[in-house]
Structure formats: C-alpha cells, structure tokens
C-alpha cells in the first residue's frame, strides 16, 4: 500500500513516463483513453476525499493527470463526451448514500432518545412491559408445544412453534432498543450531522465541533454537495438561457403573424371598398390595352433579337470563309513556287546534260572528215 502511494506521488510530481530514457519510445496516453480518470478529467475523483475514513471507496486505479486534464479542456470536444453526465450520476450515487445514513441515523435517535411523559411515566416503561408479555408468552407457547409433541400433535405443535417465532422477533427488537436506551442512560442528547451522517453530542465543546468540521470525512461530504450544487446551478442557468432563447423566438413568430395579418387585412379592406372596384372597373380596358402594347412590344423584341442574332452568324460564317479562302491562296501561292523551282532547277540538269554532250559528237564528225 505504501509503495503503490509513494508511485502515485511521482507519477503526481514527475508525470507517468518518469522512467522512460531520453529519446526512447513509448505510447503517449491520451484522456480518451479507458485507464485514464474521467471524473478527474472533469473536476476531482471522488475516490481521493475518504482515504482512511469510514468511508473510504478505496483508491482509484485510473490515471491522474493535470497534463491530460488542461488538454480535454482545451479540447473541441469538451463536454460532448458524455464525461460529465457520467461524473454527475457518480455524485449523485454518493449523496443518496449519506442521505439514507442519515435518515437511519435519525430513526435510530427517534427510537432511543425519548423523554418523560407528563404523567412523570418514561416511554420505555411501556417498552419494557411489552418486552415481559412477549417473554412469558413464549415460554407458554414452548410448553404448550412440549405437551403437544408429547402427545402426538406434531402439527398442532409445529403451529405453536411459528406463532412462538412470530413473538421472539418481537422481543429481539424490544432488547435492542432497550440496549441502545441504556447505552445513554447518560442523557448525553445526541444529533446527526447533516454532511456526512455522523453522530454528535448537542452543546458539545467548540473544539471538538471544530474538528469534526476540518474532519476528512466531513470535508469529503461538503466537497460533494458543493460540486452537485454547482452542477445543478449550471443545469438551471442552461435551462434558463434555453427557455429565454425560446421565448424570442416565440415573440419573433408572433409578430411576424401579426404583421402578416394586418397586412392581409388592409388588402382585404382595399379591394371591399368602393372606390377599388369602381378603379378596377376603369382600368380594365386600360390594362388590356397595355396588355397587348406588352406582347407587341414584346415580339418586336424577339424579332429584332432573332434578326441580329442572324446577321451575327452569317458575319461570322463570311468572317470563316474569307480566312479559309486566304489561306488556300497562300497554300497555292507556295505550291505554284514551289513547282516553278523545281522546273528551273530541273531545266538547269538538262542543260548541263546536253552541254557535256555536245564535244564528243564534234570529235566524231572531225575524225570521219580526216577519213574521207
């Protein structure tokens, strides 16, 4: 236990990777993750107010990091994880809890610390009467029982036997709050602290009050319904802003009716009256007239629109032959040049050629001259 604590401390102080060598690896830990503290991650673990008290819930498993806790509140999904709904439920498990201790407490109270009647006789006289009733009754009832087994009436006996047992749970409660009544016979009055559940002695010195007060236990309990008190602060002031926002946009909606049905009003008015219908009977030979101006107009539009489109197309269709036309021209131009190259260079061959001919066909003529 000591050495878990002491671990504890310096994963606290140093952080959970203290043993790790510089530069080697290892797996961040993220607050998503399944072993770290989500009541921690919110506000504070519960498990940590009641270490060595009564009411210790043993130590918490889970890691406790500020580090991964500034990180979840930084986070864009702070509060949509379902995190503090989780911790609220946990605190509620834990108030319910003290609250029954109370309650029990209470009774216990109720049932030992009574107080004389005015007849100067104490209640618990009556206590211990009943207590002698039910004493002898149950000794009646294990004799009855004998004869009855002795004689044979095992069943009739096993009936005096239940109704015997009925009559010794009774007493058993009668002693022991007869036990508790004589435990404070003291007349110590005595209360139950409504924190933590525990009992108090009424008019007891300040310094034990004192320290009841700076107790673990009592201070655990306090933190708890303070945390639950600012829960259900903030769950209020939220249903208050929700409720705000719904009523203006509810006097938003009702306005926009109203100005809609005055307005619908007013037309309805305006086309009741006399002088509406009597202007809508003058304007309505002027309105078809105007109609028909509109269509007018309207297909002189379309025509003109519809003849410049045309001429727009046939420009650019002459714009596209007069460019293709070009240039088939300049395609022609270099052909024609091209052949009259050719021709001039293949001229110029034949030339040569009859040139280099002509010498050898004069030699023969001279030699047949000498012949002759």
């Not at 043993?19 to 673990?45: H, R, S």
């Not at 306090?222 to 929700?242: F, G, M, P, Q």
Request: with cysteine; aromatic share 4%; glycine share 4%.
């Amino acid at each position: 236990m000591a050495l878990q604590s002491n671990a504890a401390l310096l994963d606290e102080l140093m952080g959970k990777n203290r043993n790790v060598a510089p530069g080697a690896n290892f797996n961040q830990v993220k607050f998503t993750d399944d072993d770290v503290c989500k009541y921690y991650l919110v506000e504070f673990c519960p498990h940590d107010l009641f270490v060595n008290t009564r009411a210790d819930l043993g130590p918490c498993t889970k890691i406790h990091d500020d580090e991964l806790k500034k990180q979840y509140e930084k986070s864009s999904r702070f509060g949509r994880l379902g995190y503090e709904e989780e911790y609220e439920r946990f605190l509620r498990s834990l108030l319910n809890e003290v609250e029954r201790k109370i309650r029990r407490g209470n009774e216990r109270l109720q049932l030992t610390q009574v107080e004389p009647t005015p007849d100067k006789r104490h209640p618990l006289d009556s206590k211990r009467e009943r207590a002698q009733e039910l004493k002898e009754k149950i000794n009646a009832l294990i004799k009855e029982a004998e004869s009855l087994g002795e004689e044979g009436r095992i069943e009739e006996a096993q009936r005096t036997l239940d109704k015997c047992e009925v009559f010794k749970s009774e007493y058993k409660g009668l002693e022991i709050q007869l036990d508790l009544a004589f435990n404070n016979s003291d007349n110590k009055q005595m209360e139950v602290c409504n924190i933590c559940g525990s009992f108090l002695i009424i008019n007891d010195a300040q310094s034990r009050i004192e320290e009841h007060n700076m107790g673990k236990q009592h201070q655990g309990y306090a933190k708890l319904r303070s945390a639950w008190e600012d829960i259900r602060k903030k769950r209020l002031e939220e249903l208050e802003k929700r409720e705000k926002e719904r009523e203006m946009r509810e006097k938003e909606r009702e306005k926009e009716r109203d100005r809609h049905h005055r307005h619908r009003e007013r037309r309805d008015r305006r086309s009741r009256s006399p002088s509406a219908r009597n202007s809508s009977k003058r304007n309505g030979s002027s309105s078809s007239l105007s109609s028909k101006d509109r269509d007018r107009d309207r297909d002189r539009d379309r025509r003109s629109e519809h003849r410049s489109k045309r001429t727009r197309s046939r420009s650019r269709s002459k714009e596209r032959k007069h460019l293709k036309s070009e240039k088939e021209n300049a395609a022609d131009e270099l052909k024609s040049k091209q052949i009259e190259k050719e021709t001039e260079e293949f001229l110029k061959l034949a030339d040569n050629l009859v040139n280099k001919d002509l010498p050898k066909d004069d030699e023969k003529e001279e030699g047949e001259a000498d012949d002759d």
